[in-house]
């Protein structure tokens, strides 16, 4: 496999560009108190427009990131940005983890340290990962596909080549979002190489929809009430990314405050914020994801993921079974939360924890607790 060292370097006159955008953005009307109730809140994104405009400083955050060890590598024909940081303990464990949209690989900064360096920060060497975080195709410095079909299964097998080519026979998968799918399809299409899986984002519907509430407990209802609202009120963005992605793009790639209010509204309904996106993330945290779609222009290329997958019937995952242990994650404000019985006719569940706090993005959300999580799963597999 072709790899070559990486380090994040966005052209001074794109700087420029964006900070000239965002002096001319034309903000949209907004009915009179309605704060996010039709959408991104106005005063919010002008608050964050211009802190972006003159504090935000990316040099800083490029800086900060380019402390991890990146490369590019040559996968399936195609240049996929990693960040690889190899353990220090006895035994490292390969891990592969997968981020979603709209994420980045900028969302697993808290967590590799105290994956990848156990005793530094408390832990037990023993549980020491080497940690792959491979940007999805489309997705921040990774290439895009130039033909159809770049789904999660194609993108599974693309990490298993990734993998072995890294010198990993076998390996541990985590993921949340798509970053679940994929890790999904790792453990159904390859359980030779994947020892076992670990999600944040469990995906699983009735198993018999003639009885949907079949294997739930009372415990279960609540979760499922949440998930139902959040079908019916939330998914519209799912139907114009899996639809007509490209005629989104036009906004998506031209505005940056368009860009920026399409995925900050999502950081601020998906997590455990109670309403105040910045009771989780800082403006730094959300602007610096942001970039990842900015700098690199792949809000198309991100977005066209929903399309492939929706084409093709692999969302959501159904018809078949994963073998391989599982470990499921449940953050209460995550956006889809399935009985543990549902879960199981789809994977061999291992290891099911219920948390008191975090949401969708629980990486950054609740880092130690993820972390934690993640070691107890993948203790008995190593």
Known sequence: MDISPFRIA???ADLTDLRERLARTRFPAEMPGSGWGYGTD???????????????DW??????FNRLPQFRAKVGGLGIHLVHVRGKGPNPLPLVITHGWPGSVFEFTKIIGPLTDPAAHGGDPADAFDVVCPSMPGYGFSDSAVEPGMDPEKIASLWVELMHGLGYRRFGAQGGDWGSMVTT??????PESVLGIHLNMVVAFPPNPANPLEGAEESDMAGLMETAQFLKDETGYQQIQGTKPQTLSFGLTDSPAGLAAWIVEKFRTWSDCGGDVERRFTKDELLT????????????????????????????????RVD??????????????????????LYDVRHWTRFSS???FAAMEEPAALVEDVR????PLR
């Open 376 to 379: 107890a799963f993948f203790r």
């Open 42 to 56: 106005l005063g919010y994104m002008r608050e964050l427009v211009a802190y972006w405009r003159d504090r935000f």
């Open 358 to 360: 975090g949401g969708h």
């Open 324 to 345: 391989v242990p599982t470990g499921c994650a449940i953050f209460p404000r995550e956006i889809i939360k399935p009985p543990r019985a549902w879960a199981e006719k």
């Open 289 to 320: 994801n942001v970039m990842f779609y900015w700098a690199t222009a792949s809000a198309n290329s991100s977005c066209r993921l929903y399309c492939e997958s929706m084409r093709a019937g692999k969302f959501p995952p159904q018809g078949f």
């Open 59 to 64: 040099r800083a955050q490029e800086a900060a």
């Open 185 to 190: 399809y790792l453990g159904f299409r390859h």
């Open 10 to 12: 966005v052209p001074d």
